[in-house]
């Protein structure tokens, strides 16, 4: 099992930047390909961007690509999410997820959840 910790969430203006930090337990994180999803009300959990369980390979939604940054310390079991120019469609509740050793961008493919942090993104 391993459990999973959002943080870093909360409220910033359109242009601004948020760094969110996903922390493991249980055991170690670093068997595990790490993805960033989001959910805004009334739409469907979507992917954000992936790193592999080496940290050597990332992934990214074409909507944040160039904004987004994704990079982990195995050796801290953390996963951090750096997003810098943000839009207010960038709102919504973000989640951290783990699975194999490959990142993919399918929600149901992810073994472990956290339970989400707000971002709200205000024009």
């Known amino acids: 099992q391993v459990q999973l910790v959002e943080s870093g969430g909360g409220l910033v203006q359109a242009g601004g930047s948020l760094r969110l930090s996903c922390a493991a337990s249980g055991r170690t994180m670093r068997n595990y390909a790490m993805g960033w999803f989001r959910q805004a009300p009334g739409k469907e959990r979507e992917f954000v961007g992936g790193?592999?369980?080496?940290?050597?390979?990332?992934r990214y939604a074409d909507s944040v690509k160039g904004r987004f940054t994704i990079s982990r310390d195995n050796a801290k079991n953390t996963v951090a999410l750096q997003m810098d120019g943000l839009k207010p469609e960038d709102t919504g509740v973000y989640y951290c997820a783990a699975r194999g050793l490959v990142v993919t961008t399918t929600p149901t493919d992810y073994t472990y959840w956290g339970q989400g942090t707000q971002v709200t993104v205000s024009s």
């Open positions: 790193i592999s369980w080496r940290g050597d390979s990332t």
